[in-house]
């Protein structure tokens, strides 16, 4: 069985997700580094943390490896100091998943997420049960360091024009729904000179305020607050605040895809040079990479992809269409601190939130999922159906399968039995007639794959 799925591992705390594995995992870790280096441990602020953290640290230090304990941080402020103070680094936490939910995240030494070789080597002295424990004297090293999110909002602070976002004295509604994000967000805003209004500001792992994926729906205290005091804008946080949302000073939600073309689009007016996204995002970022006259590159999906395709090809930005963005300058890795301050740079040079969301391609989305029984085969079908029909396919994740005016991907789950069709189009209705010739494609193949 994998252990780990598209970020780290993942399940629900003290049943999936316990000390045991919290410690063979770190062991693990520690094998596979040769029982030398430093790691950096920290959590997010869900109510297992501790628990899982303190058997991760011991794990580490059982197999001589140096540990940081950096207690509760947002995981792009810890993979930023293990760039710069570690050899690898594990964070605690499960981002955007429910409450109950916890996991185990693991850092390369350059800070960025740990490779999928890189993965699958530890994944094997896991089930292996061969762990390289030192004796008692060899036994590694242990201290703190309570900085770790400063010296992340230092560095943001650097990364863009704070004397220009410092002038407008912006008003900002920051929603961190008691994740991570509350010991940043917050305090880099006023760090820029805004107005910070809060809500779920207090770290508190039970998140009584909403779940932790900032959706629509459950942001519409958010909306009715930005409205309510004039605010320029409203911004929210995930879990582990490596993603951000925002809502424009009307208090409208900004579709993340277009929020992901709205920053490409700025970034390549800045800087010239490629891009990276999956190939589950919008055909907007390959309009803007044309207008552009830059490649784009597509990748599977989840932010690791991106961000070794953004390393290869020395991209000048990437992410994707969830307010996952990635600013290589600042660090390769998912950033939704610094991706608020980006935001705060473009606003200050005059315009409104509302009008930069106007200024990329408008498409439509339309989206559904299916059971499956056997994934696998039926995705082997999948490919031969779409062929016999003569479609233009692409395999990079899924399959991809391109229209003169539109797109349809189709993805098995990394979780769960069951296909996820995503369908693209200039407009609604073709886009809903994308996904239903998916969704046919699928039910045939999965029939055939049955009937073998």
Excluded at 56 to 82: E, F, K
């Amino acid at each position: 069985m994998a252990l780990f799925g598209t970020n780290g591992v993942r399940g629900i705390a003290n049943e999936d997700i316990n000390p045991e594995l919290a410690v063979n995992l770190a062991r693990s870790l520690g094998t596979y580094m040769g029982s030398k280096g430093t790691v950096a441990i920290g959590c997010d602020t869900r109510i297992s943390g501790q628990m899982l953290k303190s058997a991760a640290i011991a794990g580490a230090l059982s197999t001589g490896l140096n540990v940081i304990d950096v207690g509760p941080v947002p995981t792009p402020s810890i993979q930023y100091y293990v760039r710069d103070f570690a050899d690898a680094g594990i964070v605690i936490t499960a981002s955007h998943n429910p409450r109950e939910y916890n996991g185990i995240k693991l850092i390369a030494g350059d800070g960025s997420e740990f490779p999928r070789d890189g993965e699958k080597e530890i994944e094997k002295i896991y089930y292996s049960g061969e762990f390289s424990t030192v004796s008692w004297e060899k036994t590694g090293n242990f201290k703190t360091d309570p900085g770790v999110n400063e010296y992340y909002l230092r560095s943001i602070i650097k990364a863009v024009n704070a004397e220009s976002i410092r002038s407008r004295r912006f008003k900002v509604v920051a929603d961190t729904g008691c994740g991570a994000g509350s010991l940043t967000l917050p305090f880099l805003l006023r760090e820029l000179g805004c107005e910070v209004l809060t809500l779920g500001a207090q770290p508190d792992g039970t998140f009584p305020w909403r779940n932790p994926e900032p959706t629509p729906e459950a942001l519409t205290e958010l909306s009715e607050l930005v409205k309510m005091t004039g605010a320029d804008m409203g911004a929210a946080h995930d879990g582990d605040a490596d993603r951000i949302v925002f809502m424009d000073e009307n208090g409208k939600f900004i579709n993340e895809e277009i929020l992901l073309a709205m920053m490409a689009k700025y970034m390549l007016e800045n800087e010239k040079g490629p891009i990276v996204t999956p190939v589950s995002s919008s055909q907007r970022m390959a309009d803007i990479a044309k207008d552009a006259g830059v490649e784009l590159h597509w990748t599977a999906v989840g932010s690791i992809n991106v961000a070794r395709k953004m390393m290869e090809v020395n991209a000048v930005f990437g992410g994707e269409g969830n307010g996952g963005l990635i600013f290589p300058k600042h660090q390769y890795c998912r950033d939704g601190a610094m991706a608020c301050a980006k935001i705060l740079e473009i606003l200050a040079g005059g315009k409104k939130l509302s009008e930069l969301t106007e200024s990329v391609p408008e498409y439509f989305n339309a989206k559904t999922k299916v059971p499956s029984i056997d994934t696998q085969t039926t995705m082997e079908r999948v490919e031969f159906e779409a062929s016999e029909l003569g479609l233009k396919i692409e395999t990079i994740d899924g399959i991809k399968i391109r229209y003169e005016d539109g797109w349809v991907l189709v993805r098995p789950s990394g979780t769960e039995p069951i296909f996820r069709i995503f369908a693209e189009a200039k407009k609604q209705g073709r886009a809903e007639e994308l996904m239903q010739e998916g969704l046919k494609i699928v039910k045939k193949a999965e029939k055939a794959s049955i009937s073998k």
